[in-house]
């Protein structure tokens, strides 16, 4: 089963605008990370942050943590049409089990 | 340095045979991982391997195996195709950080 749930599991914006999207995962992390995937390829790194972080930023991409929740949200600012892709969280188990579970991922849609 | 390859990118096979796939980590990577990933089920993790030992194994039959070698490539092999094996099969390999790099995937059809 997987561990984290996204929500929403579609979004379709404007281009310029922001984008959020949320995560929610069942048992203790060591830490998340979030992919982009883009029409069925490989998935593509975007951040990881550790269980100790509560915010954390990349160019365009802001990642927030709140563990006491067991949620976390990705917020690109000023949305491109190349960030349409489907936005997955992973989360890597506090024993360093080192195999990420993932969540059923966000589509995100960014219109011209 | 060259990222994580997966070679077939594609693949058909008929029900009851078994294929065998390849991924090649980023060179110093000890560390690869499988996942399936398919519509139903999502991404789901197979196994890992690190210096050729497996140290973790998913929720999946043993008709999926894999094997790493010395030079830190690794194989899956899935015996006995069924229907429900068609599935893009993501490679991901990591050196001491947690951040997995993954490869482009390699997508299996079973007809």
């Known amino acids: 089963s997987q561990q984290g749930e996204e929500d929403p599991q579609a979004l379709s914006i404007q281009e310029g605008e922001n984008a959020t999207m949320n995560c929610s995962y069942k048992?203790?992390?060591?830490?998340l990370q979030w992919y982009r995937q883009n029409s069925g390829r490989g998935l593509v790194h975007l951040i990881l942050?550790?269980?100790?972080?509560r915010e954390k930023h990349s160019g365009r991409l802001r990642v927030t943590l709140d563990t006491s929740k067991k949620s976390s949200s990705l917020l690109i600012t000023a949305s491109r049409a190349a960030d349409t892709a489907s936005y997955f969280c992973?989360?890597?188990?506090?024993?360093?089990?080192?195999?990420?579970?993932f969540g059923q991922g966000t589509r995100l849609t960014i219109n011209p | 340095k060259a990222g994580v390859t997966q070679t077939p990118r594609y693949l058909i096979k008929t029900r009851g045979q078994q294929v065998t796939l390849s991924c090649s980590p980023i060179?110093?990577?000890?560390?690869v991982s499988w996942y399936q990933q398919t519509p139903g089920q999502g991404l789901q993790f197979l196994f890992e391997?690190?210096?050729?030992?497996?140290?973790n194994k998913g929720n999946f039959p043993g008709r999926f195996s894999g094997r790493q070698f010395s030079n830190s490539r690794s194989e899956m092999n899935v015996s006995t195709l069924e229907l429900g094996d068609s599935a893009l099969y993501l490679c991901?390999?990591?050196?001491?950080?947690?951040?997995?790099?993954f490869g482009p995937g390699t997508r299996l059809t079973v007809l």
């Open positions: 991901a390999s990591r050196e001491e950080s947690d951040t997995q790099y």
């Open positions: 048992t203790s992390i060591n830490n």
């Open positions: 942050i550790r269980s100790n972080e």
């Open positions: 992973a989360t890597d188990g506090i024993q360093g089990a080192q195999k990420l579970v």
């Open positions: 060179s110093g990577h000890r560390s």
């Open positions: 391997y690190f210096s050729e030992t497996q140290r």
